[in-house]
């Protein structure tokens, strides 16, 4: 059956193939692989050109902007970032390192951060560096509560008349949300379960906040509200599907009319092989023959004599041959097998007896 061969992507300025280690993820629908344009070098020579023109500040800007990454001059705060080497790696960095380049698992785009040339750097473009707005910005997170995950966790809006988010509340989410998730341990919960559990935290939260104030009936309630949202998805601890009882006889049975066991007593490990081999293997393994693994194997030996000091060996004694005992490569070279070894010039292993001879 054909493959899909993967396509390798190329910068678009240097021709450099790209991947994680010189190359910016991007929002999907920005670039169908995923990968930006070009590699993290091109785009920074391409901020350099622009800040030559009109200062690093407003050159970051319009590099964003066109490269379709998000603008948060807060991350570099306390980065002196007009005299720095290498200041977009320098942004980039920062970005990464204070999580706002994602949310949520995805990534960001310029959209996600500032957009308006006049909210960065004053109405008159007065403003010739991030200083006023970083400073701004620093003004306004300190009037929230809260991390950063945990305000985009919880949000920020308050959860019941009379409760409003503060620290404490932050934190008291937390703690009840990593009750509620314990009792899933070992299990893998997916988004929905995920956003049930954080209503039902939100709950509790609420449901302590009433009890508190005297009002038993509305956290009733509240309780009720509780059950129906873990019920809906089924997470309550009597939704969970029984454990049948193990029985020996039973399992005995099983195993027998699985063929693993006759009369009682199990297979030897060689019958076991066999008839894991013919019940459950319905088809080779490999799309080759047996020479391509003799082939590997050479190769590994000729490594190791060449990091000894050994001359190379031009043919595989039969004790190091591959042995196909369960039938898991093709019987012969396929053609495509025969194309690739004509391209790498290679011929087929020409496998010597060593054993001739044995016990005489």
Not at 289 to 299: G, P, T, Y
Request: charged share 30%; net charge negative.
């Amino acid at each position: 059956m054909a493959t899909k061969k993967k396509t390798e992507l190329h910068c678009h300025a240097c021709n450099a193939p790209l991947d994680d280690s010189n190359c910016r993820r991007v929002p999907s629908d920005f670039s169908y692989s995923g990968y930006s344009a070009y590699c993290v070098d091109c785009e920074a020579a391409f901020f350099d050109r622009l800040a030559s023109i009109e200062g690093r500040s407003i050159a970051l800007f319009h590099t964003c902007a066109a490269l379709n990454i998000p603008l948060k001059p807060i991350v570099l705060d306390g980065i002196d970032f007009e005299n720095c080497d290498e200041p977009f790696q320098t942004y980039i960095n920062a970005l990464s390192e204070s999580g706002q380049d994602t949310k949520r698992g995805k990534v960001l785009g310029f959209e996600s951060g500032c957009t308006a040339l006049q909210e960065v750097f004053g109405r008159e473009l007065s403003h010739k560096d991030f200083t006023a707005y970083i400073d701004r910005e620093r003004t306004r997170i300190s009037k929230h509560f809260g991390t950063n995950s945990q305000r985009e966790k919880w949000g920020e809006l308050p959860i019941y008349k009379g409760l409003p988010m503060s620290a404490e509340l932050y934190n008291e989410l937390d703690r009840l949300y990593a009750i509620r998730e314990g009792a899933y341990k070992g299990q893998d919960l997916n988004s929905q379960q995920v956003a049930t559990l954080i209503k039902v935290a939100k709950n509790d939260a609420i449901y302590d906040h009433l009890m508190r104030s005297g009002l038993a009936k509305l956290a009733t309630e509240i309780q009720k509200s509780t059950s129906q949202l873990l019920a809906d998805e089924n997470m309550r601890p009597k939704d969970k599907k029984p454990v049948e009882e193990l029985r020996i006889d039973a399992l005995v049975l099983a195993l027998e009319e699985a063929g693993l066991m006759e009369n009682g007593d199990l297979l030897t490990y060689d019958e076991l092989i066999e008839v894991l081999r013919d019940r459950f293997i319905k088809s080779k393994k490999y799309e080759y023959s047996l020479d391509v693994a003799d082939q590997l194997i050479l190769s590994v030996i000729n490594s190791m004599r060449q990091n000894g000091d050994l001359p190379p060996i031009q043919e595989l004694p039969s004790d190091l041959a591959a042995d196909d005992e369960y039938g898991e490569f093709e019987p012969e070279e396929t053609e495509r097998e025969k194309e690739n070894k004509r391209y790498l010039g290679i011929t087929k292993v020409n496998i010597v007896d060593n054993k001739k001879g044995e016990g005489e």
